[in-house]
Every structure is written in structure tokens, then in C-alpha cells.
């Protein structure tokens, strides 16, 4: 069960879509230290105490993290970045 899930709608081509997924995982990436990798539609990303999927739809792009150790302790705020981060990339 995700610690963190989170649905974003858009109205993105799946090219757009799927930039604006690899652009969230940069960002996850310099901040957070994830490595990520697409598997058809899903990036999936993880790190020592994180893992997760960001999956892309036709009109919707749906985030699941899962936490362990400290991290769950910040699993509130952690959504709260990461729901601003999609509305800012998916609009």
C-alpha cells in the first residue's frame, strides 16, 4: 500500500505527458537522490527508504510512493511538494 498517492488530470499529448513525467523524475532526482527508469508508460523510481511509480494515462498521471524508516514520518509534506510539483508540470 502507498504511503503517498496522488492523481493528476491533464490534457497533454502522451509525448507532452511523458516529458513532464521525466521532468517531475529530474527533479526527484536532484532533490531526493531517486534514480528512475520507464517501463512502458510507468517510470519507476526508487532510493534507499523510497520507492514509487508515476504512471502515465490518456488524461491523467498517477503518483504512488511508498516510504519506509524516518521517511514516513514526513509523508504529509512529502505529498504536499509533490502535489505542487505536478500541478506545476501537468497544469
Not at 509523508?75 to 511538494?81: L, N, R, V
Request: net charge neutral; aromatic share 6%; hydrophobic share 50%.
Amino acid at each position: 500500500m502507498a504511503d503517498v498517492s496522488l492523481t493528476h488530470p491533464h490534457s497533454l499529448p502522451a509525448g507532452q505527458a511523458r516529458a513532464a513525467a521525466q521532468k517531475v523524475a529530474d527533479q526527484l532526482a536532484a532533490e531526493y537522490d531517486l534514480a528512475s527508469e520507464w517501463v512502458g508508460d510507468v517510470l519507476h523510481f526508487e532510493r534507499s527508504g523510497v520507492s514509487g511509480r508515476l504512471h502515465l494515462r490518456a488524461q491523467e498521471a498517477m503518483l504512488e510512493l511508498s516510504l519506509s524508516g524516518l521517511f514516513k514520518a514526513f509523508a504529509p509534506a512529502i505529498e504536499t511538494k509533490l502535489a505542487a510539483k505536478m500541478k506545476k508540470v501537468f497544469g
